[in-house]
């Protein structure tokens, strides 16, 4: 049986906080209604970067199936490094709508990505900040 909305998410929140050399910019926000839930999250790294979450989520068919996405991670003068989102604005790539933006006018396309990946290619393009 799937958790609550609610507790999914939040384990969301505890795994980006679990991201070593980050905080919290602020508390973060769930917002849920039976088999749906929205979640915005803000992190600061100690180098400046920042990661800022945006994930909607429903759990109506029995597991989460992330409906709306955005993980993006940027730099200390705001600029983007690397997100990963699913708005459908590139049809013609593979994956459709899953997509990724590496620095400011690449575009790669990709499967959904696990919260595992997210976490995993923000430490690679962090330089040194380490999932605990």
């Known amino acids: ?3 609550p909305v609610e507790d999914v998410l939040e384990d969301v929140v505890t795994i ?3 991201i070593t050399s980050s905080s919290f910019l602020e508390e973060p926000t769930i917002e849920s209604g039976g088999e749906n839930g929205l979640l915005k999250v803000s992190l ?3 180098n400046g970067n920042r990661l800022f979450v945006s994930l909607y989520i429903d ?3 029995g597991f989460p199936l992330w409906q709306r996405y955005s993980f993006q991670f940027v730099d200390v003068k705001g600029q983007n490094i690397i997100r990963f989102d699913n708005a459908p604005h590139y049809h013609s790539l593979p994956h459709f709508p899953h997509h ?3 620095g400011l006018h690449r575009i790669e396309p990709t499967p959904q990505p696990s919260l595992k990946r997210i976490v995993d290619e923000i430490f690679d393009y962090g330089k040194g900040m380490r999932p605990l």
């Open 59 to 61: 759990i109506s068919s």
């Open 1 to 3: 049986m799937t958790p």
């Open 16 to 18: 980006l906080g679990s």
């Open 100 to 102: 990724k933006h590496i």
């Open 44 to 46: 600061l790294f100690t």
